[in-house]
Every structure is written in structure tokens, then in C-alpha cells.
């Protein structure tokens, strides 16, 4: 029997390579003043930042611009809503990595609720409620990754709680998505392995979760061997449109499927340690993603009801190689797959930022407060959890 589910979406997706060009007019309908929430570069540098101020003023908007620094903590979203808030912007366009999109979204949220973002934030805030529609706001993604152009939630990190947590809310989901792959061609080599392994993990997890749904089955799927084809050649060759093109479709149905049905352990452990150590989001899930597979399947094959979930992993090991087999050596193919992705793209292993052995046990049981940590198909003990970091590390 299929059981009950609910299926959210932004209004309207538009892709293409060159669909940029149409960012001022889309803009324009929804008001006359832009917050610009952007890590796509600066206003000046004669590149893309320049040229969307450009497009908009083009289309009789006035534009006011936000430079998003690393990932948005607390601090840089009231000061990019009290940016928006004293020059009465109406509508927020957010450019660039999941970081600005981020920052975006939460200040499109935030513009017609009032208070603080920490009023609205999930286990590090008070979690009201948004009970307006955001300002109207237009997501357009830079990199290929995290999925947030499509997403319902903001990851908002808090230095003084060691944590980043989620601004979350059907409201916060754009008017529009606006995903022009030539957008990435210059995407420095590290950050398009990155990220990339971000959206592949994004995959993977939102199709062992245990909320997985029809509706998003496919797509992940979909997603995971496009992914698991594409990334080695965008990295390895940035202006390869076509494969930019197919990682860029990736992390979109990332989004889509995450933002339905949840992650699992490797976002569980992402969010503190992404908080207490300058880790890259991508990195850690990166460096997560075979050690947490080992350990579910590990836990699922001691679990009665682990059936199900093993024969998913069986299928994502089908779906990463392309090779048959039994459910065992497909999942164990799969496994090996994403080791030898990992080292290939050469992502550095956790150890490089300051994460120490000491470290440990404070991130299992921070691990274990994450929204993520949730759906992972399988309860994990804190020895396997701390065998995962061992393995990351
Ligand atoms: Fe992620």
C-alpha cells in the first residue's frame, strides 16, 4: 500500500544555459527595489554581480546588494534584513552558492514576519511559526550543490550555541527558481567537487530516509546516476556545459527530494561539525557519505525490518556503477564507488580543519540533537557514530 504523503514545490523552475538574462524582467513584476543577497562576487568586479545589476536597473528596478561572506550565521541575516528593511526593498533576488540562497530566503522570510531570525529558528531558537508569505523572492543557484533554490529550509548557523540549525517553513519556497548552468563555468575546481558530492549525498540520503516517498524515489534515482556520471568530468574539465548542465539538474532534484523526505547521518553530523570546525558543508558530507553507508547497512542487516532499506542501498550501488550482481555486491560496489569518488576528486579528509580525536564525542552527541539525524533509515549507536568520524577523519 502506498502510504500517505505530502509533496511541496517552488511555483515555477526555469533552466536553460542563458536564462540569466531574463533575472531583471522576472524581478520587475514583483516590485521595483532588489536586495541582492549574493556570494557570486562583488558590485564592481565587471563580472556576473555587475551584470545582473545591470539587467535589473535595465528592467527599472533599483538594486541594493548584500555580500554574503562563508555561510550565513544569525549575525549576517539581521544585518541584511535591516539592509532591506531601511531601503524598503520589495523583492530579494539570492545569487550564488547555498550559502546566499540561504541567507536570501531567510530575509525574504523575515521582511513581512518581523522579529529576528532566532525567533523562528529551529533547536537553537524559539521555532514560531512564519505566519505570512515571505516577500517574494527568485532563487538563482551558482554552484551545483546543496539544492537550496528549491528548498523550504534556511541552515543558519550560531557561533555562540556551536550549532546551525534551520529557519524552516512551506513559506520560504521562492516564486522562482532560476538555474542557468552557464552560471558555474567558472567555479573554481575544489568547490565544483564540493559541492557536487553535497547533491550526490543529498540524493542518497533522501532515498534511504526513512520518510522516502514515491514522488521523490524516481527523481533520486534520476539524480544519482547523473550525478555519479557527470561530477568526475565537471571537475575535471569546468567549462564542459554539458555535464555543468547535468550536475546543475542534480542538485535541483536534490532539493526537491530533501526538502520532502528528509536526509539522514551524514547532514546529522554536517550541522555541528560544519558549526565548530571551518569545514566546508560539502567536504564533510563528502568525507561522511561511505562511512555512514557502511555503518546503516551494518545496523540494517542486524534489524529485522533492515530488508527494505538494504535492497534501496542495492539499487544506489546500481545506480552509481551500472553493474548488476546480487543486492550484497551491489551495495558493497556502491560502497567502493564513492570511496574511490571521494579520493579521485581529492576532498580533503576532516582531520585538515582542526578536528581532533578529542573532538568526537562532543559532535556524536551534538549529531544526535540534528533535524537530520531523524530520518536516517536506521538508529545508530554512539559507537558507530564514533567509528563513522574515525573513518571521516
Ligand atoms: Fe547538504
Not at 55 to 81: I, K, W, Y
Not at 88 to 101: H, K, L, P, W
Request: with cysteine.
Amino acid at each position: 500500500m502506498i502510504e500517505a504523503f505530502d509533496f511541496f514545490h517552488v511555483g515555477r523552475v526555469l533552466f536553460g544555459n542563458g536564462r540569466c538574462q531574463e533575472l531583471g524582467g522576472l524581478a520587475r513584476q514583483w516590485g521595483e527595489r532588489m536586495l541582492l543577497v549574493t556570494n557570486a562576487g562583488d558590485v564592481g568586479d565587471g563580472a556576473l554581480v555587475d551584470r545582473v545589476i545591470e539587467l535589473s536597473e535595465q528592467a527599472g528596478m533599483t538594486v541594493h546588494c548584500f555580500r554574503q561572506r562563508g555561510e550565513p550565521n544569525v549575525e549576517d541575516v539581521q544585518t541584511a534584513l535591516a539592509m532591506a528593511r531601511d531601503q524598503r526593498c520589495d523583492v530579494v533576488v539570492a545569487m550564488g552558492g547555498g550559502s546566499a540562497i540561504d541567507a536570501g530566503k531567510a530575509v525574504a522570510g523575515l521582511m513581512t514576519n518581523g522579529g529576528s531570525v532566532l525567533d523562528y529558528m529551529e533547536v537553537i531558537g524559539r521555532g514560531q511559526k512564519l505566519t505570512r508569505p515571505a516577500a517574494p523572492w527568485i532563487a538563482v543557484p551558482t554552484t551545483a550543490g546543496t539544492g537550496a533554490e528549491v528548498t523550504r529550509n534556511a541552515v543558519i548557523g550560531c557561533p555562540e550555541k556551536k550549532f546551525k540549525a534551520s529557519l524552516r517553513s512551506e513559506r520560504l519556497l521562492p516564486q522562482l527558481a532560476l538555474i542557468d548552468p552557464t552560471l558555474a563555468i567558472d567555479v573554481p575546481r575544489w568547490v565544483t567537487a564540493r559541492s557536487g558530492m553535497d547533491a550526490l549525498c543529498q540524493l542518497i540520503e533522501s532515498f534511504t530516509s526513512n520518510r522516502a516517498q514515491p514522488l521523490t524515489d524516481g527523481l533520486a534515482l534520476q539524480g544519482i546516476e547523473l550525478a555519479a556520471k557527470a561530477l568526475p568530468k565537471v571537475v575535471a574539465a569546468g567549462d564542459d556545459l554539458e555535464n555543468r548542465g547535468k550536475m546543475a539538474l542534480a542538485a535541483l532534484i536534490s532539493g526537491v527530494t530533501l526538502t520532502n523526505v528528509g536526509l539522514g547521518a551524514v547532514h546529522g553530523f554536517a550541522a555541528p561539525a560544519g558549526a565548530n570546525y571551518p569545514i566546508p558543508h560539502g567536504t564533510v558530507c563528502a568525507r561522511l557519505l561511505p562511512p555512514v553507508i557502511q555503518a546503516n547497512v551494518t545496523a540494517l542487516r542486524a534489524d529485522s525490518g533492515g530488508d527494505a532499506y538494504l535492497a534501496r542501498y542495492a539499487q544506489i550501488g546500481r545506480s552509481l556503477t551500472g553493474t548488476g550482481g546480487s543486492d550484497s555486491q551491489a551495495i558493497e560496489a556502491g560502497i567502493a564507488f564513492l570511496i574511490d569518488l571521494v579520493e579521485d576528486l581529492q576532498i580533503p579528509p576532516l582531520r585538515e580543519f582542526g578536528l581532533t580525536p578529542d573532538g568526537f564525542p562532543e559532535l556524536v552527541a551534538l549529531a544526535r540533537k540534528a533535524s537530520s539525524m531523524r530520518y536516517n533509515p536506521v538508529p545508530l549507536s554512539d559507537q558507530a557514530l564514533m567509528t563513522i568520524l574515525q573513518q571521516a577523519w
